[in-house]
């Protein structure tokens, strides 16, 4: 496997940088890590695990047996409201599960325990006492999007348990892949000082660009750089294509405007007791309708039902549009593409109930252009 010193990396980044539009490896998920994996002479070596309806993790090849307790001691970090342990089987061989000290299957674990299993597994892995399995302290390392699936506290908890790695190897090269707003804000703002003096030494941020032609490694978005909010840079980019964008624009803004929608809401609504995001969308429709039908001087029953029922509908089509086209509902399938052409629709409805709720902060919105 090849590796770099640190300045040689930057300079291989850069090289990949001016390359433009690169076609993936493969057109899934994984193509841009495994893309930029070719590209930099890093052999892939991604953690293989086994059927979770198995009930334990084998150790194979250079991945000897990691001890529970060691991974336990993530778990507790990252999952500190939840009962969930490991305990090296009796065969001495994998794990058993446990959840409220019984015994349960690996198939109860959600999405993000999984995940994250996988993940504490592999950073144990980087370091264990084995001279032949450990990876070299100037070794490259790629995690690619590790916050799949978890909720805002184990996302941060997660980004806690990563950079204790990071700073505890400094002479190690870590490549980080995210798509994930608040996993990118905790990075940003960790890592701040360094950018703000474009020292890319130390670290270096770079943002995929994906248009008609393909996609490229590029400079960050300024707004992502300059400013310490995501929503800022989510506002932005939804305020550019509020009147016409592609369906490949649509499958960035119905994720950017989720996240503009949550952040709006839980400054304007008491989240912890209003409930979900269908909760509290239904809220800010009703409180806009409010608003609107108090500055008329006068509405007429059936004016009023117009209204009311126009309202419903509004917040009936942005909840579908939300639950079906955005990454952060695991509960459907596939995104459904016939619903992501009514993006134009869904944000100019956003910043309708903006403006009526809050028109200070629209205005401040409408003049990022200016």
């Given at each position: 496997m090849e590796t770099f010193t640190l300045e040689e990396l930057v300079k291989k980044l850069k090289k990949i940088k001016s390359l433009g539009f690169v076609k993936t490896v493969y057109a899934n998920d994984g193509g841009i890590g495994a893309t930029l994996e070719k590209l930099l002479g890093i052999k892939e070596n991604n953690l293989k695990l086994a059927d979770w309806g198995e009930v334990e993790i084998k150790a194979k090849a250079r991945n000897i047996h990691r001890p529970a307790e060691r991974i336990n001691k993530l778990l507790k970090i990252t999952f500190p409201y939840k009962t969930i342990e490991l305990r090296d089987a009796e065969d001495g061989v994998g794990y058993q599960l446990f959840r409220n000290d019984q015994e349960c299957n690996f198939l109860t674990l959600s999405e993000g325990e999984r995940n994250f299993l996988a993940l504490a597994y592999f950073l144990l892995s980087l370091n264990t006492q084995d001279a032949n399995s450990a990876l070299s302290e100037t070794g490259i390392v790629v995690i690619d999007d590790p916050v799949s699936s978890l909720d805002k506290n184990s996302i941060f908890n997660i980004f806690s348990v990563i950079i204790r790695e990071v700073e505890s190897k400094p002479n190690r090269q870590y490549i980080i892949l995210t798509h994930s707003l608040d996993f990118f804000s905790h990075l940003h703002n960790q890592y701040s000082a360094e950018l703000k003096k474009g020292d890319e030494s130390k670290v270096g941020m770079y943002q995929v660009h994906i248009d008609s032609s393909g996609s490229r490694l590029g400079e960050l978005n300024k707004m992502l750089k300059n400013y310490k909010s995501d929503y800022q840079y989510a506002l932005k980019k939804l305020w550019d294509k509020r009147e016409n964008c592609t369906l490949e624009d649509a499958y960035l803004l119905v994720n950017l405007l989720r996240r503009a929608w949550e952040t709006f809401l839980s400054f304007k609504f008491n989240v912890s007791t209003t409930g979900g995001l269908k909760n509290l969308l239904d809220k800010a429709y009703s409180e806009a309708l409010k608003v609107e039908i108090g500055s008329r001087t006068e509405v007429k029953d059936d004016l009023k039902e117009?209204?009311?029922?126009?309202?419903?509908?509004?917040?009936?089509?942005?909840?579908?549009?939300?639950?079906?086209?955005?990454?952060?509902?695991?509960?459907?399938?596939a995104i459904d593409e016939s619903v992501l052409l009514d993006t134009p629709q869904r944000i100019q409805s956003f910043f309708s109930v903006v403006k009526t709720l809050d028109p200070y902060h629209f205005k401040t919105i409408s003049g990022f252009n200016e």
């Amino acid at each position: 496997m090849e590796t770099f010193t640190l300045e040689e990396l930057v300079k291989k980044l850069k090289k990949i940088k001016s390359l433009g539009f690169v076609k993936t490896v493969y057109a899934n998920d994984g193509g841009i890590g495994a893309t930029l994996e070719k590209l930099l002479g890093i052999k892939e070596n991604n953690l293989k695990l086994a059927d979770w309806g198995e009930v334990e993790i084998k150790a194979k090849a250079r991945n000897i047996h990691r001890p529970a307790e060691r991974i336990n001691k993530l778990l507790k970090i990252t999952f500190p409201y939840k009962t969930i342990e490991l305990r090296d089987a009796e065969d001495g061989v994998g794990y058993q599960l446990f959840r409220n000290d019984q015994e349960c299957n690996f198939l109860t674990l959600s999405e993000g325990e999984r995940n994250f299993l996988a993940l504490a597994y592999f950073l144990l892995s980087l370091n264990t006492q084995d001279a032949n399995s450990a990876l070299s302290e100037t070794g490259i390392v790629v995690i690619d999007d590790p916050v799949s699936s978890l909720d805002k506290n184990s996302i941060f908890n997660i980004f806690s348990v990563i950079i204790r790695e990071v700073e505890s190897k400094p002479n190690r090269q870590y490549i980080i892949l995210t798509h994930s707003l608040d996993f990118f804000s905790h990075l940003h703002n960790q890592y701040s000082a360094e950018l703000k003096k474009g020292d890319e030494s130390k670290v270096g941020m770079y943002q995929v660009h994906i248009d008609s032609s393909g996609s490229r490694l590029g400079e960050l978005n300024k707004m992502l750089k300059n400013y310490k909010s995501d929503y800022q840079y989510a506002l932005k980019k939804l305020w550019d294509k509020r009147e016409n964008c592609t369906l490949e624009d649509a499958y960035l803004l119905v994720n950017l405007l989720r996240r503009a929608w949550e952040t709006f809401l839980s400054f304007k609504f008491n989240v912890s007791t209003t409930g979900g995001l269908k909760n509290l969308l239904d809220k800010a429709y009703s409180e806009a309708l409010k608003v609107e039908i108090g500055s008329r001087t006068e509405v007429k029953d059936d004016l009023k039902e117009q209204l009311t029922d126009e309202s419903r509908q509004q917040c009936l089509a942005m909840y579908r549009y939300l639950n079906y086209g955005s990454h952060e509902f695991q509960d459907t399938d596939a995104i459904d593409e016939s619903v992501l052409l009514d993006t134009p629709q869904r944000i100019q409805s956003f910043f309708s109930v903006v403006k009526t709720l809050d028109p200070y902060h629209f205005k401040t919105i409408s003049g990022f252009n200016e």
